[in-house]
């Protein structure tokens, strides 16, 4: 695999931890989710996720090496997608959040010429599918009973804080930060609004709120989670089947 | 809210350009917006189709059983319903 130069190398870490990370925690739900059809999907997205992360992996050294043996610090995932499954609520709330940013951000990189166009593009396509999958559901947990409705709240009230993060420019990605972020609250309010829900107020960057993920500092559960990640791996090294 | 209480939907899969969309399976889903996603991460995720239909099953009049002598077994001794008397000509496929 083609290794991208040095100044590209901590971009790919981060969207790759992204894509990794978010993999993990989907797959979480095989063998939990609601119904046999949304654990389809879900786990269908968690696998176009892990695809990404192989690739962008991939580019920065070996994709195990960095999966399974990196310490919690070395990371540089958002917090956003660390964050617990929560209920299914939470769950699609963190997909409509996070999706949406991706499709966005890599819309921007497949329309440049940077290292990452060419990933972009083909990722570009799953990303608008798992934003489409976020939306509808969302939809119709917003706009369902009274307790979808307020699980579905509960969940884009307890997520916004970490959404802030996702528009700190990252080293070595050619974006438009501005313009992302204000698409992104574009197509994030109108989504909340169709679904009767309320856009969450409240800080989103700043010293007192979350959002350090990309500087290796990650909150409480992602320790959980990776440990669980790697246990395999540390315990047998090179296991395979 | 538990599985049972999402409809049944039959799943149509069309493979390619040309051919009729064949009956693939059938699922749960709360509506047809949400059986058509559905149906997309279940029969079609690795590239069986280009074109989906979603059918609530309740829309489906099947045969039946019971009727199935009349429907199913015609005399055997008519060849000339079997269209088997002309040449396929080379290149009809899927006929």
Redesign the interface.
């Known amino acids: 695999m083609n290794r991208v130069p040095a100044t590209a190398a901590p971009a790919a870490l981060a969207l790759g931890d992204d894509a990794l990370v978010l993999s993990h925690r989907l797959g979480e739900w095989a063998g939990h989710a609601p119904v046999l059809e949304e654990e389809v999907a879900l786990a269908n997205i968690a696998l176009d996720l892990l695809g990404q992360a192989r690739v962008l992996l991939s580019l920065v050294g070996d994709e195990d090496e960095l999966a399974y043996l990196r310490e919690e610090r070395a990371f540089r995932n958002l917090q956003l997608v660390e964050q617990p499954n929560g209920d299914f609520a939470q769950t699609i709330a963190r997909q409509l959040y996070f999706s949406t940013y991706q499709e966005l951000l890599y819309g921007q990189l497949a329309a440049g010429d940077g290292e990452f166009a060419p990933l972009a593009a083909k990722a570009v396509k799953e990303v608008a599918y798992h934003r489409d999958h976020a939306e509808h559901w969302t939809l119709r947990l917003g706009d369902g009973t009274p307790e979808s409705h307020e699980r579905m709240q509960r969940g884009c009230d307890a997520l916004w804080r970490f959404t802030g993060e996702m528009f700190q420019p990252v080293e070595g990605v050619d974006a438009d930060w501005q313009k992302l972020e204000n698409a992104w609250r574009e197509s994030v309010g109108a989504v909340l609004q169709r679904a009767t829900l309320i856009v969450p107020e409240g800080p989103r960057g700043g010293a007192w709120t979350a959002g350090a993920g990309r500087q290796g500092l990650h909150t409480e559960p992602f320790g959980r989670m990776i440990a669980e990640m790697q246990h395999l791996h540390r315990s047998h090294p090179g296991a395979t089947w | ?1 538990t ?1 049972s209480d ?1 409809p049944l939907w039959e799943v149509f899969v069309r493979s390619r350009r040309g051919l009729s969309h064949t009956h693939a399976g059938s ?5 047809a ?2 059986a058509l ?2 149906a ?3 029969y079609t ?1 690795r590239s069986e189709g280009v074109s989906l239909w979603v059918v609530p099953s309740t829309a489906i009049t099947a045969s039946s059983p019971d009727e199935k002598d009349p429907f199913f077994e015609p005399a055997a001794d008519k060849p000339y319903r079997h269209p088997t008397f002309y040449e396929i000509p080379e290149g009809v496929r899927h006929l």
């Open positions: 809210m599985h999402w699922l749960h889903a709360p509506d917006e949400m996603r559905n997309r991460d279940l995720r």
